[in-house]
């Protein structure tokens, strides 16, 4: 899994999860449009990591389980670095595209005063 997807992964889903924590794993794969396998992974390894805890607030063991999924201390700390992490990739990608487009654009400048001058 390539460490960038992981990571944008991993912030949409605890936004996601700070923003409806009542939601369950196949309704975050669908939000998230990820497969519910990798939906489940990513919630057992943010939970081993302490940045998620899940809460069984279900009463009858009999009946299928009700979890809830609470963002930690940890979790909103997690959420703030990786928002940042993006914001400076995106601010190096806009740099980036900004200087090719500028040198495009001198380009075709530069040729068009090239045929005015002939």
Sequence with gaps: MNEHS???ETLHLIREVEENPALNQRLLSQRLNISLGKTNYLLKELVKKG???VINFST???KARKLK???TQKGLEEKVSL???FLRAKEKEYIRLKEEYEKYTANIKQKENSKNTV
Excluded: Q, R, S, V
């Design 6 to 8: 992981f990571k944008e």
């Design 51 to 53: 940045i998620i805890k």
């Design 60 to 62: 009858n063991p009999e």
């Design 69 to 71: 999924y609470m963002l």
């Design 83 to 85: 928002t940042h992490h």
